[in-house]
């Protein structure tokens, strides 16, 4: 009953929060994907332009399967940009495109936060594997220190998604700020191209915020136990 009191209390609110977060982005995408620019310009000829204009012309531009799976690949230094979003010059598609070539921007100028998510990556990805098989081997054998380093692997991940925050965020200032100064929208356009941006970053704020609170969890729970 503890184990349900914690997760109805704590993880389930957050949970339920991601799902209406991850359906904001879905539905203000869906919006601003049938506005099209007025200068008619796709999301790729967009961010070629961009990457060429900051000296990358170096980062390549790959389309990649899916809806809204566009991201930049900085060991391939390329930036990819999803099925829906490749040729389409909707307003919604060059926010997502600027936006990834903000990250690759963000690579070439040695953006701090950006490089500290990189760094810490392999080292998360140990973490997130380890952490819950450790919480419950701890708990069987009823050694609190498994327990321990379990809760703390569990904790990287929070640490990785509080990181990865200030990357998402300065990635869309910088593609607001392009979109705007090199005029590829309109000021009208421009707000649509910043909702869908803004809905998109509320996703990895609801990705920290269950984490937290799964978090939490872990650590009431591992104190009930060493009570009992």
């Known amino acids: 009953m503890i184990i349900d009191y914690y997760y109805f209390i704590l993880v ?5 929060f ?3 977060a991850q359906g904001r982005v879905s539905s203000t995408y869906a919006k601003y994907s049938r506005v099209h620019a007025s200068r008619r310009i796709t999301a790729q000829e967009a961010a070629r332009r961009i ?10 531009i790959q389309r990649v399967n899916g809806n809204l ?15 829906t979003v490749y040729n389409s010059d909707s307003v919604a598609a060059l926010g997502v495109a600027a936006h990834e070539c903000g990250h690759a921007i963000q690579h070439a100028r040695g953006y701090a936060p950006l490089m500290l998510r990189n760094a810490i990556i392999p080292v998360t990805n140990f973490g997130s594997k380890l952490s819950i098989p450790l919480i419950l081997l701890g708990l069987v054998l009823g050694y609190a220190p498994l327990v321990q380093i379990g809760i703390w692997m569990f ?64 650590v009431l729970l591992f104190g009930n136990r060493r009570r009992d």
């Not at 990457?51 to 170096?58: A, E, T």
């Not at 799976?69 to 099925?83: E, F, I």
Request: proline share 4%; no cysteine.
């Open 69 to 83: 799976t566009d991201h930049y690949d900085p060991g391939a230094k390329v930036v990819r940009l999803s099925d």
């Open 51 to 60: 990457l060429s204009d900051n000296g990358l012309d170096h980062v390549q």
């Open 155 to 218: 904790a990287l991940m929070a640490i990785f998604q509080l990181v990865t925050l200030p990357v998402e965020f300065n990635a869309s200032a910088r593609a607001l700020a392009t979109l705007e100064r090199e005029n590829y929208l309109e000021p009208s356009e421009l707000r649509g191209s910043k909702r869908v941006l803004q809905a998109a970053a509320l996703t990895y704020v609801a990705a920290l915020l269950v984490t937290v609170m799964q978090l939490l969890r872990l």
């Open 18 to 20: 991601a799902m209406w």
């Open 12 to 16: 389930l609110p957050a949970l339920l």
